[in-house]
């Protein structure tokens, strides 16, 4: 069984950089993972951010970069906004196959 | 513009049915792989299952593989999810998502509905 590790919650200060990590419980997170990222406020559907590592969805600010980390992936804010406070999930695909596994999401304060 | 809007959400008792429909419009359905994500109340998101752009292969969480059923209509645009024997814990707001599964599109949720409310009743 795949679980995917995320911190539960970051706190960064208006204008600073904070990066979120998702990880494997069991192993390491690749681009193989094609890990995506999704950000949500409450009330509203997720939106996403970075697709297959790195790569910014459409209409994203390119103060969202996704990279991996060791053997995590990474979701770095640079120059964080008050707009930027949500809820935010990584995705993994599993081996490639039509199966996805959300992490538990990271809950970003900005203040 | 690109909008899915689901619907069929409701209060049931544990152990009925209820069938989910997401109906596309802004770009053709057939062309995409689809997937329904749930969301508990005050949790985090999940991954439901999916299908294939011309719904050959299907593919489900283990959670409700065996209860729940995912299909669709290209002709008319629209995705179904059929959920039978519901439990409490299926209780959630479910989303339909365009999903992005092949190397040169990226594997990823790119448009999501509103989602509609299950409840399920013990």
């Known amino acids: 069984q795949t679980v995917v590790t995320q911190e539960p919650s970051f706190s960064v200060s208006p204008g600073g950089t904070v990066t979120l990590t998702c990880g494997l419980s069991s192993g390491s997170v690749s681009t193989t993972s094609y890990p995506s990222w999704y950000q949500q406020t409450p009330g509203e559907a997720p939106r996403a951010l970075i697709y297959?590592?790195?790569i910014r969805s459409s209409g994203v600010p390119d103060r969202f970069s996704g990279s991996i980390l060791g053997n995590k992936a990474a979701l770095t804010i640079t120059g964080a906004q008050a707009g930027d406070e949500s809820d935010y999930y990584c995705v993994l695909c599993v081996n490639g196959d039509f199966r996805y596994v959300f992490g538990p999401g990271t809950k970003v304060t900005v203040l | 513009e690109v909008q899915l809007l689901e619907s069929g959400g409701g209060l049931v008792q544990r152990g009925e049915s209820l069938r989910l429909s997401c109906t596309a419009s802004g770009f053709p359905l057939r062309s995409y792989a689809m997937s329904w994500v749930r969301q508990a109340p005050g949790k985090g998101l999940e991954w439901v299952s999916g299908?294939?752009?011309?719904?050959?292969?299907?593919s489900y969480a283990d959670s409700v593989k065996g209860r729940f059923t995912t299909s669709r209509d290209n002709s008319k645009n629209t995705l179904y999810l059929q959920m039978n024997s519901l439990r409490a814990e299926d209780t959630a707001l479910y989303f339909c998502?365009?999903?992005?599964?092949?190397?040169?599109?990226?594997?990823?949720?790119?448009?999501w509905g509103q989602g509609t409310l299950v409840t399920v009743s013990s």
């Open positions: 297959n590592t790195n």
């Open positions: 998502a365009r999903t992005r599964h092949a190397i040169k599109a990226g594997y990823y949720f790119d448009y």
């Open positions: 299908i294939g752009d011309d719904g050959v292969i299907t």
